[in-house]
């Protein structure tokens, strides 16, 4: 069974839409969005007070309506982005700077802000973020070494399993941020299963991970377990902290224990080859099953009482073989 955990998480308040069935004839007119369901068409109208979860930022300095954010707030790879760009070029639409530029000074707030990924703050370079020193800090600095943690954890028997993140099945983790960063590091059940490491044998920055391919490694006394990457993409942060104290992974798997910080040139794609967190609880029970199993061949029946395993279970039946539970959990 799984337990859910939540963590402060933010409710999103909601309106609904106005819709009636329509014609083939409406496809494609103004009057409202048509869509196609069962074969019939369907002529749907937004409440004016609709709220978009992720607004773009085209939406947020009032150049268009309605627009929600599908690239993670990675303006440089949004086609989207891109083609407002390009017509702004042609002298056919405004600029969001623009746009901004002609607000209220207590209005003009950071891009930053605009993309909800920093509380209220006031533009001090005329939106010239190129030349603007937070900017460079914040992209460079703030978003590759601060944590993040999950809002809500599903308990699978004891292993946590955090929503809004995706899974490889050698029992990695990807998370997507703000800016179309990913954070990666081990999940909560590898971390159990091999107990607190002596340490972690981390690539350094720069370094091109391959999806699937051996990534990193963990290491516990004699024994080394390599990790396969989750994702592609070059390292653009390794966590020093981890190096230093690699028990933080055990402690915070999800946050203070994260490993790595990758830019990859097509999150979507690298990331549609994961397990999103809802496929994720099937597979992890699935693990623990499996995991339960092993443990019954070496020390005999588990308690009946539906008790958790404990937190290193290596350590605890190291007949269980630092080879076979990396062989059989980690891919490797």
Known sequence: MAEKIKRGQRSQVGF???YRKGSKQELGNKTGISTVLGGQVWMVKPDKNTKTANPCIWMQSSVVKNKNCNNFYDCTTCKYDLGMQRQ???GKQISWQDAMRKKLALDRVCRHSLTNRIEKRA???????????FDQFFEDVLT???KSMPLEVEQIKGFEVPMAYHFHNG???ARIES???IRIGLDDFALKLLGKADAFDLPLMGKELDQGSVGWGLKRKDNLADVLSPINGVIMEVNSKVREKPYLANNEPYGDGWLFMVRTPDVKKTINNLMTDSSCLSWMDQEVTSLENLIEEVAGPLAADGGYLTGDIYGALP???WNNLAKTFLKT
């Open 179 to 181: 800016g179309g960063y």
């Open 319 to 321: 007949d269980l073989g």
């Open 88 to 90: 702004v070029e042609k």
């Open 144 to 146: 590759t070494k601060t």
């Open 16 to 18: 609904g839409s106005s």
């Open 123 to 133: 533009c001090a370079y005329d939106y010239m973020c190129g030349t603007c020193d």
């Open 171 to 173: 029992h990695t983790w």
